[in-house]
């Protein structure tokens, strides 16, 4: 298994966003948050003085349906405009890739969720 690690300005702000999209709390100490969602599960390291629009942190999240779960996430709210932060987009088909939609964090990470389903 490997986990993706992120930063967060502020780990109650960051578990708490997490939560709206089905994360629970696994592990918390100061210098450390792992939260998971089911067998999937993202790690955090503190980072006060990130500026979230100059954020160069990702992850790639791999699931069988994103349709599913594009609409369980569209359900909360985000934002869909391109300069927001957090922010949702629509599912998107690129040639050559598999299907995926990106999120982005309210510390700027993008997340690429990706279809497994049919992909090569």
Do not use: K
Not at 3 to 30: H, I, K
Not at 70 to 92: F, K
């Amino acid at each position: 298994m490997i986990s993706a690690n992120l930063p967060s300005r502020d780990f109650d702000a960051t578990a708490s966003f997490y939560a709206r999209l089905g994360f629970v709390l696994s592990f918390r100490n100061d210098g450390w948050m792992i939260l998971a969602r089911g067998p999937d599960q993202v790690e955090f390291f503190p980072h006060p003085g990130l500026d979230p629009h100059t954020s160069w942190f990702s992850a790639c999240l791999r699931v069988a349906d994103i349709d599913a779960l594009h609409r369980d996430w569209a359900g909360l709210g985000l934002s869909t405009e391109q300069q927001d932060i957090p922010r949702l987009t629509a599912p998107v088909t690129m040639p050559g890739a598999p299907r995926m939609f990106a999120l982005v964090d309210p510390d700027g990470s993008l997340w690429r969720v990706l279809e497994t389903q049919g992909a090569a």
